[in-house]
């Protein structure tokens, strides 16, 4: 998620991507998102599920959050190695490992450079995390090189045209990304993985699934996605008083035509991107 309005080198008028890097941390080491990523740990199942990881298998969770896809490895009996950018986010899955009785070796890593072997494991996944590196052909190239041949990667992204997507679309009218920045929810479309992955796959399935978002109200979501999620607490806080309650009733407009709860309650269908791609 963008959360600034240029971040360019000031002699090529390129984008910088290092510093939009640096502001991306700082708006995921703020809030909390273990909040937030807690409550999407089905999708991790169902992502191991689609790979058909086996037992003692080598698996690599980047950009792995508070653990999601890391514990439904763990769960499957897989050597689990669970890597972010963010401490705080290791620590938390940390504890949800320890207080399953799992065992997972988390690591600090960046998700553009990771800090492994070439064809050092068997499956490399990411749910909701790799999408969001600035540099997307540089992140994917670097989870096929740390996948054997024959290995799988496993993916979760939003699509453009899900809740999220649509969420990501909302931020932006207020605070657009920098020129020339790919959008992470190009990583929720097949020809954006093809363009990425195709050359040295042996085979992409691609399934279009829906993750729901079961809050107690639309303001819920609203204010734990305000308080919690770093791009969006960020972005809430560099906008003044009125730009805030603007973009948070075009929010509240954005879940009203979604939701499909009649009880007061938010249960709204956000639709991802299910990829599961087999090195050649």
């Not at 910088?16 to 640096?22: E, M, P, Q, V, Y």
């Not at 807690?38 to 980047?62: F, N, S, W």
């Not at 909302?170 to 190009?186: N, Q």
């Not at 954005?254 to 791609?277: C, F, K, W």
């Amino acid at each position: 998620m963008v959360t600034s309005t240029a971040v360019k080198t000031e002699q090529s008028g390129q984008i910088d991507l290092s510093a939009l890097k640096t502001k991306q941390h700082g708006a995921w080491s703020s809030g909390d998102y273990a909040i937030v990523g807690t409550t999407l740990q089905i999708v991790g199942e169902e992502l191991c599920e689609a790979l058909d990881l086996r037992a003692g298998q080598k698996v690599l969770d980047v950009a792995a959050g508070n653990g999601n896809a890391t514990l439904a490895a763990a769960r499957r009996w897989c050597e689990v190695t669970s890597t972010d950018y963010v401490p705080s986010l290791l620590e938390r899955g940390r504890a949800r490992a320890t207080a399953e009785g799992l065992s997972v070796q988390f690591r600090e890593a960046d998700a553009e450079a990771l800090d492994f072997g070439d064809a050092t494991f068997d499956a490399v996944l990411s749910t909701f995390g790799v999408m969001f590196t600035p540099d997307q052909d540089r992140a994917a190239a670097e989870l096929m090189r740390v996948c054997k041949s024959g290995g799988k990667i496993g993916l979760a992204n939003w699509t453009p045209e899900g809740f999220i997507g649509q969420l990501f679309k909302t931020l932006g009218k207020y605070l657009p990304p920098p020129a020339g920045a790919k959008s992470p929810a190009l990583w929720g479309t097949q020809a954006r993985i093809t363009e990425m992955f195709d050359t040295s796959a042996a085979s992409i399935k691609t399934e279009r699934r829906q993750f729901t978002f079961r809050y107690r109200s639309p303001m819920h979501f609203l204010d734990v996605f305000r308080t919690y999620y770093g791009p969006t607490l960020k972005a809430f806080a560099a906008l003044d008083e009125t730009n805030q309650r603007r973009l948070a009733d075009d929010i509240l407009k954005l879940i009203a035509s979604m939701n499909r709860a009649e009880d007061g309650t938010m249960v709204l269908p956000s639709e991802y991107l299910e990829i599961v791609i087999v090195k050649r």
